[in-house]
């Protein structure tokens, strides 16, 4: 994926090829256009928006639209900006991340070096648990969270994810360690090294890129995700694509498209700064979710 | 792999107890760790999916309304699900969005790839900005395209201002095209991705079969529809899998973009099962919609992880 290690053999025409450059350059321009011209808005006064032109460059530059969407803009009843719903999604993201990555190399290490009779079935529950639409566990997730007292609370959206995200994160930790050598894994048990030892000792210190596949996927959609925050989160746990939408939907007043878009960002900037940093890695956990090889 | 790792994991335990014929506590309970290991997830997915899944599936053959409720009325929430005019629209518009949206994507997608795998100067440059989308929440998209589709403010309105006066684009506010918006959106928003899939179908072909046509004289197009594309049909395959329980799964960007309307334009399966559980009270006629979701994703995906798990015996 990252270089072009085969070299294609084909050949093109003089032709052909300019117009393959044109076509990439148009695609490019729609995938950035959208957000472009939201960013280049967002940094314009009200005024010039309604009735301006979208994909002029702003005449005044103002960063209040950011300021008023961090701290000040309406969301609900609240006039507290996105805020205290950034901090939310953040109480609410490192934990859940954390732990399912933890449990999914756990399950992948059982799963691929301590085999068992039916241990494929098993997976094979897990992987479909990953793509089950949640509008099946929905209701009954509902009266469970409500019964264990964390009903509408950040731990209760952390148990979700959790449970949620395991599927995944198992199979990319026990795709990862069907190729790592068993022989190392007899060896160290002919040493005595038991079940935790060798998972400590052998299994972690070589699973560091596989560790930031698990932690960019898991980060990224459990920051992204609308279904649960909509349905199981209250006032004071509510994670940002929530707020946004609040947000960008509530019906009251002037549209401030302006701050709307700010909100926009801010909320997509933690998911943006991590495909920034380790592009590599979340494509790489993108396929490993598509094609399971 | 099976043969191995079950033969590795005997000899181990035969190292551990040289001597003794029955193994003894210690070792029995070193066999046992990996099982506990793995126990709290397997408790937490059998309980959270699987138990959840029969939960919502006797609820729907219940009178549930405001809470579940145990009133065994058997298929009658079924009968009136497929009887709601606002099912049948909301199903409808799964259809169209969803075969729109998979073909469109796996074009464009397989598209990109090849236009990419030609040597291209910049691939570098261009690939993450057909993929950033993909890093985005649905909300993000939903507000983006909002805006820039909205015929008083954004690109029809552009349009009128650079003199195209006769410009028109109202598809978001118009009841018999807003649904082709959310597969823009939706396209916007995954297409790179399938590239992606695409693109590391094409990296993996052997190119001494296209030498080989080469010297025979194909042409490239030729090349391409004989042996190229049909190289590609795992690629195909997952792509469309994916796409598919995307589609079906698709709930964020509908909320984010039109709300299900203008009117009920735009209402499919999971806005559906949503408003009738949560806020129409109607939790039986949820719970059988949410099944129905079910059973459709599982059509697609048993087949498929059946195939992908058996291959790896």
Partial sequence: MSVASTENAISTGRITRAFIYLMLILFATFYLLPFGIMLINSVKPLSEINGGNMMALPQVFTLEPWFKAWNSAQIGVEPTGLQPYFWNSLKMVFPAVAISTVLGALNGYVLTKWRFKGDTILFGLMLFACFIPFQIVLIPMARVLGFLGIAGSTPGLVLVHVVYGLGFTTLYFRNYYQVFPTELIRAAQIDGAGFFRIFWRIMLPSSGPIIVVSVIWQFTNIWNDFLFGASFADLDSQPMTVALNNLVSSSTGVKEYNVHFAGAILAALPTLLVYIVAGRYFVRGLMAGSVKG | ?313
């Avoid at chain 2, 959840?52 to 006797?58: R, T």
């Avoid at chain 2, 549930?64 to 009658?76: A, K």
């Fill in chain 2, 1 to 313: 792999m099976v043969d191995q790792t079950n033969s590795s994991v005997a000899m181990a335990a035969d190292y551990a107890t040289p001597t003794a014929v029955k193994p003894d506590l210690r070792t029995r309970l070193q066999n046992l760790i990996p099982k506990l290991v793995l126990s709290p997830s397997l408790a937490l997915m059998l309980v959270f999916v699987y138990g959840f899944i029969v939960f919502s599936v006797y609820l729907s053959f219940t009178g549930s309304r405001i809470l579940p409720s145990y009133e065994w009325v058997g298929l009658e929430n079924y009968e009136k699900l497929f009887r709601l005019r606002h099912w049948s629209i909301a199903i409808t518009n799964l259809g169209v969005f969803a075969s729109l949206y998979i073909a469109i994507c796996i074009a464009i997608g397989l598209s990109l790839a090849i236009f990419l795998d030609q040597k291209i100067r910049g691939e570098g440059f261009l690939r993450p900005i057909f993929l950033y989308p993909m890093a985005l929440s649905f909300i993000v998209t939903g507000t983006a395209w909002k805006w820039f589709l909205d015929p008083g403010i954004g690109l029809e309105h552009t349009m009128h201002l650079w003199g195209w006066e006769s410009f028109q684009f109202d598809w978001i506010k118009n009841r018999d095209f807003a649904i082709y918006t959310v597969v823009i959106a939706a396209v916007w928003q995954t297409s790179g991705f399938v590239m992606a899939m695409f693109l590391a179908g094409l990296r993996g072909i052997d190119n001494e079969i296209l030498k080989a046509a080469q010297i025979d004289g194909a042409s490239n197009w030729n090349m391409y529809r004989r042996i190229i594309i049909p190289q590609l049909r795992p690629a195909f395959l997952s792509a469309f899998v994916i796409l598919s329980h995307l589609a079906i799964k698709s709930y964020d960007l509908v909320v984010a973009l039109t709300g299900g309307g203008p009117g009920r334009a735009t209402e499919v399966p999971a806005t559906f099962m949503y408003s009738y559980t949560f806020t129409r009270n109607q939790m039986g006629i949820g719970a059988s919609s949410a099944v129905i979701m079910l059973m459709t994703v599982a059509a697609i995906m048993v087949p498929y992880l059946y195939a992908e798990l058996r291959e790896k015996k």
